[in-house]
């Protein structure tokens, strides 16, 4: 008698528990994960671009720097961080009082009507609320603060609100 061999059939794996599993987990990542709003505040980066030696300015640059320390603003300018002035922080109802640095921004401003970026550089331990109401009052000014007034490069007499709306944040270590 010869003996007859079956050939077993393979059952395949049935996954349909599996993907119900793989289903419900993803539903439940989904569900506990926190839907929050995440608020920015926009800032330029810096653009680097390299100049010839005949296109370079025969102006220097302004490169306005405020260094905003724990009890003090430095206004510096130029290359070699010229101070400019200093200010003193003064808080009145738990809001800082920026009528001078505003000032001598409008001064600065109207000597460089051109100008729209300002470095921040702000210390590590500077309130981030405050920092905000800072970046605020440079950006522009208010209808009751009026307008700048200036001349252009180009010799046009220009007015604007505006003081300076591109902030560069300089690095804090």
Known sequence: MKMI???KKIERL????ILDAIFIFIFFLLMSAQFIDIVQIGSDAPAIATISQ?????EPPLNLTLDIRKDEIMVTTGLENRVYKKIKIQEQDGKLVLGELIKTLVQIKAKNIDEKSIIIKPNQEFKYQQLVEIMDAV????KTQGVVKGK???GNQVQTDTLFDQIIFETVI
């Open 5 to 7: 061999r079956r050939s």
């Open 14 to 17: 049935n996954l349909t528990p």
């Open 54 to 58: 005949d296109k370079k300015d025969k």
């Open 139 to 142: 950006k522009k000014l208010e």
């Open 152 to 154: 252009s490069k180009k």
